[in-house]
C-alpha cells in the first residue's frame, strides 16, 4: 500500500482508487480503535459531513479502520501559507457549530471519556469532573485546524474520531480552545515562537468568532488543563 501519511497513532495508506486505510501502530489499545470506529459509524448515521467509514480490518499484527479518501489539505497548512486568519477562521467556527447542532446517546460522555484518562488516584481530579453539566450534543473533541480537511471546492471535512464524546458544547468549545491556544501534540513537541504566536492568536480570535466569552468555558478548560497530562 502506498502511505499517504503518518500521525502519533496510525499510519495512512492508500486502499483502492476512493479509500484509505488508517493503520494504527502495533500495540495500539484495541478499545480505542474499536471506540473510534464506533464513531465513526455513529457521525456517518446521523448525516454529519465526514469520511465514510466502511470496516474494520487486520493487517498482520496492526488492526486498520477502511475510510473514504477525501482529498484536500488540512486547514492548519493553509492557514500557515496563506495567512488569512480571519477567513480560516469563519470556515473553521461555522463546521464546528454545524458539528455541535447534532445529538446522541449513542456515544460515550465527555466525563466518562476524561475519567477514563485519569489516574484513580487523583480524586480531586475525579471529583471536578463528576461535578460538570452533562450533555449530549457530538463534541469532536479533538477539533482543532490539523483534523479539518478543506477540498478543492471549498468544503470542509472533519477527520479524526477518537476523542468524539456526547456533551454540552461549552464542552467541545473549551476542548478547541485549549488545543489550539495551548495544547501540544506530545511531550517531545518543539515549537518555534511563530507556532506558538500564531496559537495563541487563533485562541483568542476563536473565542470572538465563536461568540463565545472565556469565563463561559473557563470550568471545563480548567478540567481539560488538568487531565491533559495523563492523554499525551
Known amino acids: 500500500m502506498n502511505q499517504l501519511g503518518r500521525g502519533n497513532t496510525a499510519e495512512v495508506f492508500a486502499y483502492g482508487e476512493d479509500k484509505i486505510c488508517k493503520l494504527f501502530y502495533e500495540g495500539f489499545p484495541e478499545q480505542a480503535i474499536e ?72 456515544i460515550l460522555s465527555y466525563q466518562d471519556f476524561l475519567r477514563r484518562l485519569v489516574d484513580k488516584k487523583d480524586q480531586d481530579l475525579l471529583k471536578k469532573i463528576d461535578v ?65 504566536k500564531v496559537k495563541r492568536e487563533f485562541g483568542i480570535h476563536y473565542l470572538k468568532t465563536i461568540g463565545v466569552l472565556y469565563k463561559e468555558i473557563e470550568p471545563w478548560v480548567n478540567v481539560i488543563e488538568q487531565c491533559r497530562k495523563y492523554e499525551i
Open 35 to 106: 471506540m473510534e470506529y464506533k464513531n465513526a459509524v455513529e457521525m456517518n448515521r446521523l448525516g454529519i459531513l465526514v469520511p465514510k467509514c466502511y470496516e474494520m480490518i487486520q493487517i498482520d499484527h496492526r488492526r486498520g479502520i477502511i475510510y473514504e479518501r477525501i482529498d484536500g489539505k488540512e486547514m492548519l497548512s493553509m492557514l500557515f501559507e496563506d495567512g488569512d486568519l480571519e477567513a480560516c477562521l469563519v470556515k473553521f467556527v461555522s463546521l464546528q457549530k454545524e458539528l455541535l447542532r447534532y445529538h446522541s446517546n449513542r
Open 132 to 196: 460538570l453539566p452533562e450533555g449530549d450534543h457530538v463534541c469532536h473533541g479533538d477539533y482543532h485546524p490539523g483534523n479539518v480537511l478543506v477540498r478543492g471546492d471549498g468544503t470542509s471535512v472533519v477527520i479524526d474520531f477518537m476523542n468524539v464524546c456526547r456533551g454540552p458544547w461549552q464542552y467541545d468549545v473549551a476542548r478547541t480552545f485549549f488545543l489550539i491556544s495551548e495544547g501540544k501534540s506530545s511531550k517531545d513537541t518543539c515549537e518555534s515562537e511563530k507556532i506558538k
